[in-house]
């Protein structure tokens, strides 16, 4: 059996380094509930995603900031539950990890202990070194996150592309070697230049996985609700939509509703 057709029974972090090693691309999407995480699972994509845009996309919140840690946990359990295979991490959310390195570590260990997670990732890069160090010696994985750092929006003011100008595109470089150096199984690059992901991927030996950061990066990731069109309120280029659902599924409750009203449900092989 060639590399490229080998079949992992269990994805872990040394997979993902596996696939990067042989050439093979990551693939990666969010889930927040069980049956989701199940259906990701049973299709086969490699890692699950338990972000904080569960804020978003469940909780309805503008920002990512709201979500508190009890509510990733609830979130990353269900998640869990769903998972026989897929290498499942989870978002350290924020207020987690930027004020200490024992706060950060303590929430990790919260993750790791109460949802059964396989790993966590936190967004940033020199500034959190010290609570990314604390939690890596700790024994747990933890994947990093440059480029658009969704916590920080109030910082930026704005979710457009990062690391344009070369100063910020070095900086994103050398936090991207420190990462790596101090122990990341894993880097994502969300939002900047390709030519800039390209190269970061190139010269780093661990998998570099994409978000709207094109296509020579070692994997992509998306928000599953918005591959499969649920949310469509969200429009940016590097979104391509897999299904339609927001429509289909609007469509199957109005024909429900008119069932219901018309006393076309339940029929008789629906009754007891």
Do not use: W
Not at 8 to 37: C, G, H, P, V
Not at 81 to 91: E, F, M, N, Q
Not at 242 to 256: F, G, Q, S
């Amino acid at each position: 059996m060639t590399a490229k057709n080998k079949i992992y029974s269990r994805i872990t972090t040394s997979t993902l380094q596996e696939l990067k090693n042989n050439n093979q691309k990551i693939s990666m999407l969010t889930a927040y509930d069980y049956t989701f995480a199940k259906l990701l699972d049973q299709a086969g994509i490699e890692v699950i995603l338990v972000g904080d845009s569960a804020s978003n996309v469940i909780g309805g919140h503008e920002t990512t900031l709201p979500i508190t840690l009890n509510q990733m946990i609830y979130h990353a359990s269900s998640v869990i539950r769903g998972v026989k295979r897929s290498l499942v991490v989870v978002d350290l959310p924020f207020g987690t990890y930027q004020a200490n390195s024992r706060v950060a570590l303590e929430s990790a260990i919260r993750i790791m202990k109460e949802s059964g997670a396989h790993s966590v990732k936190v967004e940033g890069g020199s500034n959190v070194r010290e609570s990314i160090e604390r939690i890596i010696q700790a024994g747990i994985p933890v994947m990093g996150h440059l480029g658009l750092t969704p916590q920080s929006i109030y910082k930026f003011g704005t979710y457009s592309v990062r690391a344009k100008e070369k100063s910020e595109a070095d900086k994103l470089l050398n936090d991207a070697k420190m990462l790596q150096d101090i122990g990341c199984f894993c880097l994502i690059l969300e939002k900047i230049p390709a030519k800039l992901a390209k190269k970061i991927s190139s010269i780093l030996k661990i998998p570099v996985i994409g978000i709207g950061a094109g296509n020579s990066v070692d994997g992509q990731v998306l928000v599953l609700h918005d591959m499969l069109g649920i949310n469509q309120d969200f429009n940016p280029r590097f979104i391509r939509r897999y299904l339609n659902l927001k429509e289909e599924i609007i469509l199957a409750v109005k024909n429900y509703i008119k069932d219901v009203k018309d006393i076309k449900f339940p029929n008789q092989s629906e009754q007891y």
